[in-house]
């Protein structure tokens, strides 16, 4: 049986020539996107058939000449660079699925190259879709953020897609700006709030994105500052739960913080209990207080910045475990280095449930610079032993002098892994892992890092993906 992935794809997008003119006066700086991705076999023991297919996003049209097959050995992760592919026009966008008779993981790098690396950001594949996708944070010129997001139809027949805004202020419906889409299968839609005059700027705003029933859709949002250097992406949400996971906050650490923002998915009011843990103990350290309530649909954001030293001491890394009283929700991370000289950036997405697998299709130990830490939360009731295995990128063979055990890891509480510090692990190098755990379920963040020069926006994060 064959089982897809859903990526939406910036292959090469020359917004300075205007290929797309909705674009071209519109968030995006001026800028060519490549976006190369990495697809990973998660089965353990047969070899994975694999096909990608393009999809041009305007017209909606599969680009045949482009199709990829390829065979994945069990474990092993395998790269797709569109620019080398010969069938597929340059300058234009694409909305990507990605099929095989085993079960996958895919992740996306979007990179803007303009003379050089300058800025980028990350998504994880979806294997499926859900009749709603939920976006925490979508901002119209808010402190010069804006954030284009992307709806894609997963299902096999057309679907009409409502899209719909509303206030962080109040949680008020913006009537005005609603938007009802037809969208054929596999094809994406682009909603870019900068280019629309019915929306209020100067605000951020949940989303929901319903398509009619029976319809699936999935959404990605890019976060942009317009007059920047900075960008970061994130995937909206099929579903919430009633308790939110963010494995790695922090607060002036090395100059990184972490706002992050919580959006309730449910039809009354939720009551957010939200707790900080020691990033190295695994001791709760402060509980918010007085507990936040959002109305239906309305997001909440999160500044641990604006905590008192006193009770959440500054220049510290944080697990948090956000809970509400009924309604289910989401969340989004967004992790940000506003320090002298640094312009990096990057956004990941909380985790309302673990599992007792994780799988990291793209890790690197200073490979052309990137060096990739992950930051692995026991989001169970009960202590987890943990094992990361590392896979050879291009051969699948197992490293298993790098084995990393983490005995007895609290829940709640969080374990950085840092490739680099890894002796067993060859240098310049490349690689997959997957994290396992008994005893209890974990989630994982990978964070992308160039190292050679942080004054430009080359980070980027992505998820942990379950089985």
């Not at 089965?43 to 049209?61: L, N």
């Not at 609603?178 to 705003?205: C, F, H, M, N, W």
């Not at 190295?280 to 509980?287: D, I, P, Q």
């Not at 992950?374 to 202590?383: E, R, S």
Request: net charge negative; charged share 15%.
């Amino acid at each position: 049986m064959k089982r897809r992935v859903r990526l939406l794809i910036v292959v090469g997008l020359l917004l300075i020539l205007g290929a797309l003119p909705v674009w071209a006066d519109g968030s995006y700086p001026a800028a060519t996107f490549n976006s190369p991705f990495v697809i990973q076999n998660m089965s353990t023991t047969d070899p994975a058939s694999v096909v990608v297919e393009f999809y041009d996003v305007p017209t909606g049209d599969l680009i045949s000449a482009a199709t990829q097959s390829f065979s994945l050995e069990p474990g092993r992760a395998e790269p797709v660079r569109p620019w080398q592919i010969s069938g597929l026009p340059n300058n234009a966008m694409y909305s990507v699925v990605i099929s095989s008779d085993q079960t996958l993981a895919a992740v996306a790098n979007y990179q803007d190259t303009p003379g050089g690396d300058t800025r980028a950001m990350s998504a994880v594949g979806f294997p499926s879709g859900g009749e709603s996708a939920y976006c925490p944070n979508i901002t119209k010129e808010y402190y010069g953020w804006n954030t284009p997001f992307y709806i894609q139809n997963t299902g096999d027949s057309s679907t009409n897609v409502t899209i719909k805004f509303y206030k962080f202020s109040d949680g008020t419906e913006v009537g005005a700006a609603q938007k009802v889409i037809p969208l054929d299968p596999g094809r994406s839609y682009e909603y870019d709030p900068v280019d629309e005059a019915t929306l209020p700027g100067g605000a951020q705003y949940s989303v929901v994105a319903t398509a009619d029933p029976g319809g699936t859709v999935v959404g990605t949002v890019a976060e942009f500052v317009t007059a920047g250097q900075v960008e970061m992406a994130y995937n909206c949400f099929n579903g919430g739960g009633t308790s939110a996971y963010l494995p790695n906050i922090t607060k002036s650490y090395f100059g990184w913080d972490t706002p992050f923002i919580v959006q309730n998915t449910g039809g009354v009011d939720a009551t957010l209990t939200i707790k900080y843990y020691d990033f190295t103990t695994g001791a709760l350290v402060y509980t918010v207080d007085p507990a936040p309530t959002i109305g239906p649909r309305m997001s909440y954001t999160g500044r641990p910045w604006q905590i008192s030293d006193s009770d959440l001491p500054a220049n510290k890394q944080y697990s948090v475990v956000v809970e509400s009283s009924g309604p289910d929700i989401v969340a989004v991370v967004n992790e940000q280095n506003p320090l002298s000289g640094s312009a990096q950036a990057m956004s990941y997405n909380g985790f309302n449930s673990g599992a007792s697998s994780a799988y990291l299709p793209n890790l690197t130990k200073s490979y052309y610079g990137w060096d990739t830490p992950f930051i692995i939360q026991n989001v169970g009731g009960a202590d987890a032993d943990v094992v990361v295995k590392f896979y050879d990128f291009t051969t699948g063979t197992e490293y298993t002098a790098a084995q990393q055990n983490i005995s007895s890891l609290g829940s709640g509480r969080s374990a950085p892994i840092r490739p680099w510090q890894i002796a067993a692990l060859d240098t310049h190098k490349q690689y997959s892992a997957v994290v396992e755990a008994t005893g209890s379920t974990i989630a994982v963040v990978v964070n992308e890092q160039w190292l050679y020069d942080t004054s430009i926006d080359q980070a980027m994060a992505y998820e942990g993906i379950p089985k």
